[in-house]
């Protein structure tokens, strides 16, 4: 069973930093698209960025030159560098994977990330 879990999320002041990771068990097949979204209290689901396997990298235009998203496929984890943290930014944080092979797509449990101004 694939789970995925993640950490790092938590609170910090406006022009901060944090790191999120999302490490990933239970497949031995490789994975496709490793994606962060995010959730703010009243609004829809964003998808802030993504990393495939083949080196595509995407953002969000909110976030853009302020996060880097980066994957160890070794480890089976993808993490997500935020940088000059804004509150805006305040939001839990999920990771979705994508493992093409099984035809699946797994969610992390979620990590609160907390912006004060």
């Known amino acids: 069973q694939v789970q995925l879990v993640e950490s790092g999320g938590g609170l910090v002041q406006a022009g901060g930093s944090l790191r999120l990771s999302c490490a990933v068990s239970?497949?031995?097949?490789?994975?496709?698209?490793m994606t962060w979204y995010r959730r703010a209290p009243g609004k829809k689901r964003e998808l802030v960025a993504t990393?495939?396997?083949?080196?595509?990298?995407s953002y969000a235009d909110s976030v853009r030159g302020r996060f880097t998203i980066s994957r160890d496929n070794g480890k089976k984890t993808v993490y997500l560098q935020m940088n000059s943290l804004k509150p805006e930014d305040t939001a839990v944080y999920y990771c979705?994977?994508?493992?093409?092979?099984?035809?699946?797509?797994?969610w992390g449990q979620g990590t609160q990330v907390t912006v004060s101004s």
């Open positions: 979705n994977v994508v493992i093409s092979v099984i035809g699946g797509s797994y």
């Open positions: 990393a495939t396997s083949g080196g595509i990298i």
């Open positions: 239970g497949s031995t097949f490789s994975i496709d698209a």
